[in-house]
């Protein structure tokens, strides 16, 4: 990292531990068994530098929300479940996994507030999540309980492989899928309400029924907080069957509460905004005798038990990244406030620094700052000549490669009869390893092919 860094109470106020979680340095907790354990103690900068020192110091890393990232205390702590199973392999798959993977979900059912931990399954990622969901979803079209050209509906930023899954598992079982056609840039709410209420009439034309919708709460690509607790709203109101929301970057990047959103099922990845190793997400199921006979997509011997014990035994297999969720809480409390706050001081990084690059470029961000989560669009310099999506995947790997800056680019389709249209939007992320020099870097790297005439019509296929 480099050296320029602030102190980190700039960014995280640490001086105190007075918050949220009441740490100190003299008391201890009482745990969910009723042991007392100690407080974390809280992190300092240079430690903090320490945890994230296996990250490449000449990349300016501000995509965070493609992979995640892992402190080295936890890769440390992963490391030891590995070796508690390659000892004794018998005992640890007896004896140790099974409470293991349920101190695992407690830790997951109070993050996000949900009722009984038997509504939390531990999976690999939230294309797993989706998988379960919509294998119920086909089975119901299969078995007569819905009828052929009922809806699923899904937002069209959805992330790909959710697309898919949707059309893999419903338009196979004879359903339709209705897309949400979202416009981008985006201004408000009340956009997305809007054409939501749009998909949900076409859905329900010529007398079928809405059966499932699938709701982002941060979409991907473009990234857009979604007000997902006003659409499952609208969706009960309009009485359809299945509500599922897919927050693969949720947990750490928004208020996740399960009795707030009041959706069926609700996943998100732990690895991307959560410090977890990879890979490991939950699915929350809401209790319901109507879910009861969800299924994980591989059959194991646990088929049968209930979805959340199906999950944790899908063969043999490393399940450290699964197990290590309690030794992350750990480190995460070790910032005052916790997850929350990262997660609000994450935003109002990224906000600061997606407008300080578009003050230095003259150009905007793709949504106002309270639809951003710790990750905002950032519009590129037209003259950039981002055309296609192949251009900004080239410009990616580009600054990659000539500048040391790693930043996912979108292509936005242009409106009729724009003039000079921004085209191309940088995704940047915000998580505590990075600096104010990462985004001046980037700033730095556009401003030089600005002004060397570049454009992504001279970089080979």
């Not at 294309?127 to 969901?133: D, G, N």
């Not at 006003?230 to 970057?249: K, M, P, T, Y």
């Not at 699964?322 to 997850?339: C, K, T």
Request: charged share 20%; glycine share 6%.
């Amino acid at each position: 990292m480099p050296s320029s860094h602030p102190p980190l109470h700039h960014h995280f106020d640490l001086s105190t531990t007075n918050h949220n979680h009441n740490h100190t340095h003299n008391h201890n907790h009482i745990s969910s068994n009723g042991n007392k354990t100690p407080i974390p103690t809280p992190i300092t900068y240079p430690e903090l530098r320490s945890e994230f020192a296996h990250h490449d110091p000449s990349v300016a890393r501000i995509n965070n929300g493609s992979f995640g990232s892992c402190p080295a205390s936890v890769t440390a702590a992963q490391r030891r479940w590995q070796l508690k199973w390659l000892q004794q392999p018998d005992d640890f798959y007896y004896n140790q996994l099974k409470p293991s993977m349920l101190r695992t979900r407690n830790v997951i059912k109070d993050l996000i507030n949900a009722d009984d931990v038997d509504e939390i399954s531990v999976v690999d990622n939230a294309t797993t999540a989706a998988a379960i969901v919509l294998q119920h979803t086909s089975w119901a079209f299969a078995e007569g309980r819905f009828n052929k050209g009922d809806t699923a509906i899904i937002l069209h930023y959805a992330y790909g492989a959710i697309k898919k899954s949707v059309h893999a598992y419903v338009s196979r079982a004879g359903g339709r899928v209705v897309e949400v056609h979202l416009p981008f840039p985006i201004s408000s709410n009340e956009q997305i309400i809007s054409e939501f209420r749009k998909a949900l009439e076409d859905g329900k034309s010529n007398g079928h029924k809405v059966r499932l919708a699938v709701i982002d709460h941060i979409t991907s690509m473009p990234s857009v907080v979604i007000p997902a607790k006003e659409l499952v709203e609208i969706c009960r109101n309009e009485g359809v069957d299945q509500i599922f929301v897919d927050a693969a970057h949720g947990i750490g990047c928004t208020k996740v509460d399960m009795k707030e959103i009041g959706a069926d099922f609700y996943t998100s990845n732990l690895h991307k905004w959560f410090f977890c190793p990879p890979s490991v997400a939950f699915l929350y199921c809401r209790k319901s005798d109507k879910f009861s006979n969800l299924h994980h997509p591989v059959v194991s011997h646990e088929y049968g038990n209930g979805l959340a014990i199906e999950s944790s035994w899908i063969g043999t297999r490393d399940y450290s990244a699964q197990l290590v969720v309690p030794e992350v809480l750990e480190f995460v409390d070790r910032f005052e406030g916790g997850i929350e706050e990262i997660r609000e001081r994450n935003h109002e990084k990224v906000v600061e620094m997606g407008e300080m690059l578009v003050e230095a470029w003259g150009t905007n961000l793709g949504s106002p700052p309270e639809m951003c989560s710790s990750m905002a669009m950032v519009g590129l310099p037209s003259c950039l000549g981002i055309l296609s999506d192949s251009d900004g995947l080239k410009l990616r790997t580009h600054l990659r490669d000539y500048f040391g800056v790693e930043v996912p680019i979108y292509y936005a389709v242009p409106k009729d009869g724009e003039v000079d249209p921004i085209t191309g939007y940088a995704r940047i992320s915000h998580q505590v390893y990075n600096s104010v020099d990462d985004y001046y870097k980037f700033r730095d790297a556009v401003n030089k092919l600005v002004n060397d005439g570049f454009t992504c019509a001279l970089l080979s296929d």
